[in-house]
């Protein structure tokens, strides 16, 4: 079993910043990747971006890149979610995942057995 802790969610300004942070404990040597989802009001739980233990490579949703940053601090089995550039289209609740995948499939939700509880992210305009 692997458990995920997730903070750093908030209310922010357009064009502001957050960072989110997903603490692992228990098996966490088990999984070979971790990731971000979001899910806002009636829609769909949707990828923004993993990072594999393996080599650190990280990935991530079009609607993110070059605004958001996913890194990883091995010691302390913790994945972040450095957001800047926040518009209000990235209010969701943000998920930390973790589970089995590589280069080609961190973008499928199946791919992940653990997930966090869940922190809100707001962005007003």
């Known amino acids: 079993q692997v458990q995920l802790v997730e903070s750093g969610g908030g209310l922010v300004q357009a064009e502001g910043s957050l960072r989110l942070s997903c603490a692992a404990s228990?098996?966490?040597?088990?999984?070979?990747?971790m990731a971000w989802f979001r899910q806002a009001p009636g829609k769909e739980r949707e990828f923004v971006a993993a990072i594999l233990w393996s080599g650190g490579f990280t990935y991530y949703a079009n609607s993110v890149k070059g605004r958001f940053t996913i890194s990883r601090d091995n010691a302390k089995n913790t994945v972040y979610l450095q957001m800047n550039s926040l518009k209000p289209d990235d209010t969701a609740v943000y998920y930390c995942a973790a589970g089995e995948a590589n280069y080609y499939s961190v973008y499928e939700r199946r791919r992940y057995r653990y997930w966090g509880q869940g922190t809100q992210v707001t962005v007003s305009s």
């Open positions: 228990g098996r966490a040597f088990s999984v070979s990747a």
